[in-house]
């Protein structure tokens, strides 16, 4: 029997001794004065088992103590059965852990803190003594003030395998996810707070327990006290404390458990922040932690409950295992707790709001729950209460319950909070950070999951990139866009346990057209020859079709185009199978104008210049043409062809990145001859296919189309030509900067046209490399939404309704996720890119009108 080490400042009367236990070893005597030299009229004895924790037993101790065999008497009085049924039941807790350790795979630990340095010594010190046999310690110093942390962390370089990682934005969420862009080494990220201490087992429980059940995502351990020396402290504990009454008998929760705990409801008996692991692919794959939840935010909590929450709604298991200990130093003080337990609730109810503002239909499932809640919380037998001692405040109760109003409230605020800081801040997707140094390329693969076993990287790739980004397919059709660190993605199993997490979408099970006829293609490339390298890569891929295009239109739009041969650049030029036409009015859209007008295909594909397509992109456009007649327009997927700098990554990211759409999916207006005045005038249906029927899974705004993009998009031939040319006052090489493709797709729904998504036809596209392009893009990209918008309305005036509705539904929805497939103006842009973007805004008005003017001039 040893007493737990306390690193806290001694007092002179403690509340409780907290005390370790070996069952399996002869027990000494209680004292009620301890060495440190306080006294306590109790002790809190963690009872363990070769090891392993199976109980608490509170002792009350007389002035004279406990002798030894008063002490052994009673413990075998009330444990005897236990140790005597454990020894049956088979090999020991001992030989378990023993022969994990053999095996044990290399872990990495994050502990997050803020200005804590003593706190933060204590909780190195107790990693140096784990027993786990391979793992690195990474240390996040959250918006420092002082190189306090920084010096704690270099006293432990040579004791540790440790990393110190700065994250200037306050908050332990963003602390966590900033861990979580680094190359964490191994599949296991273990998580302990700065004030706590680690059992020398906790590490090697945890990835014992992953390693047992290969199918779970996360595993939670158990939070003892460090010490009771306040009745704040056992205050605390009977409330629940971390474990919150889970106990010391291990749990799995998921599929096939849900009759005896709901993944909402009660929280949480299935993990807690300050001792949890996580398979790294499954954490990174829920998107980490809600920056508006947790320690350093208006909400004070919860991110920890979300992410298990998150983990669990999405089928993935996650385990309780009190073999691993850590203990945890309770505030001392009545005021430190009241503060805390108007947290916990503070961050309960915020919880549930995030919930509900990133998936509304949850909250038709709380309130089927609600019931059950009301009277935990007015019941004196509820789990947090039916243990609380008499002279249990009720004003830590009121605190409690005054926090969970708030809740909701403080959730929004700092969601709004964030995004202004956001913008102020000019703030960088988290798979780019920039200016410190360690930024690093990400490889684009294609990997075919019924292929090989994995993507193949060069030895030069592996130690020039920092990351991978999969696109992950069945044969021709996408199932997944994932990205794993490297050097993470060589690993077959970490590979093979992000695929197991994807939600992979249903085949297609629309038939193709009896006899298999499908339509001819022509392709129209409309190009300036700027770029004959990348223009030559996408006739070589055009020429390499699985399905052959009935023809290549490469449309040169320049200006005083010369009549000079133009295949010296670009030998694919000279293939009898690519035209070259001369459109020397300028514009895109003029361009594809007289592609149109030339080609001879029953539908015409729009690709550009700096794109590659997929050798299966014309099959799968004709074949979509082919099983839905009624569909006069389709638009495609669009990936990276290469991330290679900050600014390409940044566009990925506000482009949709690993969110995009890969389901096919078919657009309609919901009425498109309903009164001017009507919302579903301008209201878009996005519908699937489901059994074999159409179903709408979603709305958006008539203009806010991103499944459509000029790079990559198709429409009968017949159709096209039927609603009119492309307006020649939008588009690059015009005032306008963009918005024909847009534009065209608006109309076409406008008129009654169906008009569908097909991820299969698959395109890579090679975003601007540097800042500067990037930039320009942005702005362009302002311009050519305004004076899209500004062609529309001045073609129908009606169309002002339409955007005073979408003006509305954009106003209601600031707090939700985008809907995938759906264009964003801002959203994901540093600050500067942001205000070029709304300059161009402001500007697109004025550039439609001009270019009109110019046009009809």
């Avoid at 996580?278 to 947790?294: E, K, N, P, Q, Y």
């Avoid at 942001?834 to 009109?852: E, H, I, K, T």
Wanted: proline content about 7%; some cysteine.
């Amino acid at each position: 029997m040893a007493l737990v080490d306390d690193t806290a400042p001694a007092v002179d009367t403690a509340a409780a001794h907290v005390l370790d236990v070996e069952l399996s070893d002869p027990v000494g005597p209680l004292q009620r004065t301890a060495p440190d030299g306080t006294t306590a009229d109790e002790a809190w004895l963690l009872l363990r088992l070769d090891g392993e924790p199976v109980g608490w037993e509170v002792v009350p101790l007389p002035d004279q103590g406990m002798r030894a065999d008063e002490l052994q008497r009673l413990l075998d009085s009330r444990w005897g059965d236990v140790v005597r049924r454990r020894r049956a039941a088979g090999p020991g807790f001992a030989e378990v852990h023993a022969r994990h350790l053999a095996v044990a795979p290399r872990a990495s630990v994050v502990l997050c803190t803020r200005e804590r340095p003593e706190a933060l010594a204590g909780c190195l010190e107790s990693l140096t003594a784990q027993d786990h046999p391979d793992f690195a310690v990474w240390v996040v110093d959250n918006a420092p003030v002082t190189t306090a942390t920084a010096d704690v962390v270099a006293g432990f370089a040579g004791r540790l395998d440790i990393r110190y990682v700065v994250e200037p934005r306050p908050g332990l969420s963003r602390a966590r996810n900033r861990a979580l862009q680094e190359p964490l080494e191994g599949e296991v990220v273990a998580w302990i707070d700065d004030d706590e201490v680690a059992d020398p087992m906790w590490l090697s429980e945890l990835t014992r327990a992953l390693t047992e059940r290969p199918q779970a995502a996360a595993v939670s351990g158990l939070v003892v006290p460090a010490e009771l020396a306040t009745r704040a402290q056992v205050w605390f504990e009977q409330f629940g404390g971390h474990s919150k009454g889970r106990g010391f008998t291990p749990a799995d929760f998921g599929p096939g458990s849900g009759d005896r705990q709901s993944p909402l409801y009660p929280l949480p008996p299935f993990g807690v922040g300050a001792n949890m692991a996580f398979r790294t692919s499954a954490l990174r794959a829920v998107g980490g932690f809600d920056a508006a939840l947790g320690a350093g935010t208006l909400t004070h909590g919860a991110e920890d409950t979300r992410v298990f929450t998150d983990l669990l709604r999405s089928g993935l298991p996650t385990l309780y295992r009190p073999s691993a200990v850590t203990r945890h130093f309770h505030r001392r003080d009545v005021a430190g707790l009241r503060r805390q337990m108007e947290g916990y609730g503070t961050g309960l109810t915020a919880f549930y709001t995030s919930l509900v503002v990133d998936s509304p239909p949850v909250l038709l499932r709380l309130a089927a729950l609600a019931g059950r809640a009301v009277r935990d919380m007015t019941s004196s037998d509820s789990l947090r209460v039916s243990g609380l001692a008499a002279d249990f405040p009720a004003e830590l109760l009121s605190a409690n319950r005054a926090g969970m109003l708030r809740g909701p409230g403080a959730y929004i605020r700092q969601r709004r909070l964030d995004r202004r800081l956001d913008r102020e801040a000019g703030a960088v997707p988290a798979a780019s950070p920039a200016g410190d140094g360690g930024w690093r390329p990400t490889k684009v693969v294609h990997w075919d999951l019924d292929g090989t076993d994995g993507p193949v990287l060069a030895d030069e790739d592996v130690a020039r990139y920092g990351a991978v980004h999969v696109v992950a397919r069945r044969g021709a059709r996408p199932v997944g866009l994932f990205t794993l660190p490297l050097p993470e993605a060589l690993d077959r199993d970490a590979r093979d346990a992000a695929v197991q997490r994807l939600v992979e979408p249903a085949p297609e099970d629309a038939p193709v057209a009896a006899g298999g006829a499908l339509p001819s293609v022509s392709v129209v490339i409309p190009t300036m020859l700027e770029r004959p390298a990348g223009l030559s890569r996408c006739l070589r891929a055009l020429l390499d079709q699985e399905l052959p295009p009935v023809e290549v239109l490469v449309v040169d739009n320049r200006p005083g185009t010369p009549d000079g041969d133009a295949a010296a650049a670009v030998p694919e030029l000279g293939d009898p199978r690519v035209r070259l036409l001369r459109q020397p009015v300028p514009g895109i859209s003029a361009a594809r104008n007289r592609g149109v007008d030339e080609a001879v295909g029953e539908v015409v594909a729009f690709t550009d210049d700096d794109v590659e397509v997929d050798r299966h992109w014309v099959r799968a456009l004709a074949e979509r043409f082919a099983t839905e007649p009624a569909l006069d327009g389709l638009g495609g997927l669009v990936v990276p062809s290469e991330l290679e700098t900050p600014a390409q990554e940044l566009f990925e990211q506000h482009s949709g990145g690993a969110a995009k759409v890969l389901v096919a999916e078919t657009l309609r207006l919901e009425r498109p001859r309903a009164r001017s005045w009507h919302p579903a005038r301008y209201r878009v249906l996005v519908q699937r296919r489901v059994d074999g029927a159409l179903r709408t899974v979603r709305t958006h705004s008539l203009y806010q189309l991103g499944t459509f993009m000029g790079a990559n998009m198709a429409f009968r031939t017949a159709a096209l030509r039927a609603q009119g040319p492309f307006d020649q006052a939008l588009g690059t090489g015009t005032p306008s900067r963009g918005g024909e493709d847009v534009d065209m797709v608006v109309r076409m729904l406008t008129s009654g046209r169906a008009l569908g998504y097909e991820p299969s036809a698959i395109t890579s596209h090679a975003h601007r490399r540097t800042d500067a392009e990037l930039a320009r893009q942005m702005a362009g990209y302002g311009t050519g939404f305004t004076a899209l918008l500004t062609a529309v309305v001045a073609r129908d005036p009606r169309h002002l309704v339409g955007l005073a509705h979408a003006a509305l539904t954009v106003a209601r929805s600031r707090l939700r996720p985008r809907d995938p497939g759906v264009t964003t103006l801002l959203e994901g842009l540093p600050a500067e890119l942001r205000r070029l973007r709304l300059r161009g805004m402001v500007s697109g008005p004025r550039a439609y009108l001009a270019a009109r003017t110019k046009e009809t001039s």
